[in-house]
T-cell receptor, first 112, second 115 residues
Framework: DAKTTQPPSMDCAEGRAANLPCNHS???????VYWYRQIHSQGPQYIIH???NNETNEMASLIITEDRKSSTLILPHATLRDTAVYYC?????????????FGTGTRLTIIP | DTGVSQDPRHKITKRGQNVTFRCDPI?????LYWYRQTLGQGPEFLTY????????KSRLLSDRFSAERPKGSFSTLEIQRTEQGDSAMYLC?????????????FGPGTRLTVL
């Protein structure tokens, strides 16, 4: 699976959009971009995933650049409960490649 | 749907003792995963099961570690002759193969401290 690079930490004001970048310049054509987050003392939680197109769900939006070498997770109206470590993961989705390879992620702190 | 549960949530043991953790996946999920997480790091994959078959093991899973999933339901992870380096959070996750993107749902973890 391709390696990802994320900033170690970010702050965002409550109520503003939080934009979390991820670089995956070595991504291959069949690798998806996944985002998980981990709130303190809990297990990771799936947020969103995408291949080429931008994606949106009830939690967040995922913007993937046209060359797919980077992506941005957007939390549109951050709340204090969004304070967590956010992990960007790229992986091939097929039988036999089941593991998620986590990096160190971005520690997002929402400021009141 | 009660989510993935793990027991115990915390375990303190002395070096050299054996410990066993249990994971109960979401009921219809046929895949079950174990990860380990040390302080300041992301989770690291240990092993996974499809139903009762253990299909992949990381090289992190030394011969002191053994995982089982009898009858394809709950799973246990045993660590024999624990060492201080085994101190970590042990996370279990489950997924359902018919979901196209195989989203993994994680439990709250078992925090192991080896003294």
């Amino acid at each position: 699976d391709a390696k990802t690079t994320q900033p170690p930490s970010m702050d965002c004001a409550e109520g503003r959009a939080a934009n979390l970048p991820c670089n995956h310049s070595t991504i291959s054509g069949n690798e998806y971009v996944y985002w998980y987050r981990q709130i303190h003392s809990q297990g990771p939680q799936y947020i969103i995933h995408g291949l080429k197109n931008n994606e949106t769900n009830e939690m967040a939006s995922l913007i993937i650049t046209e060359d797919r070498k980077s992506s941005t997770l957007i939390l549109p109206h951050a709340t204090l409960r969004d304070t967590a470590v956010y992990y960007c993961i790229v992986r091939v989705v097929n039988f036999g490649n089941e593991k998620l390879t986590f990096g160190t992620g971005t520690r997002l702190t929402i400021i009141p | 749907d009660t989510g993935v549960s793990q027991d115990p949530r915390h375990k303190i043991t002395k070096r050299g003792q054996n410990v066993t953790f249990r994971c109960d996946p979401i009921s219809e999920h046929n895949r079950l995963y174990w990860y380990r997480q040390t302080l300041g790091q992301g989770p690291e994959f240990l092993t996974y099961f499809q139903n009762e078959a253990q299909l992949e093991k990381s090289r992190l899973l030394s011969d002191r570690f053994s995982a089982e999933r009898p009858k394809g339901s709950f799973s246990t992870l045993e660590i024999q002759r624990t060492e201080q380096g085994d101190s970590a959070m042990y996370l279990c996750a489950s997924s359902f193969t018919r979901r196209s993107y195989n989203e993994q749902f994680f439990g709250p973890g078992t925090r192991l401290t080896v003294l």
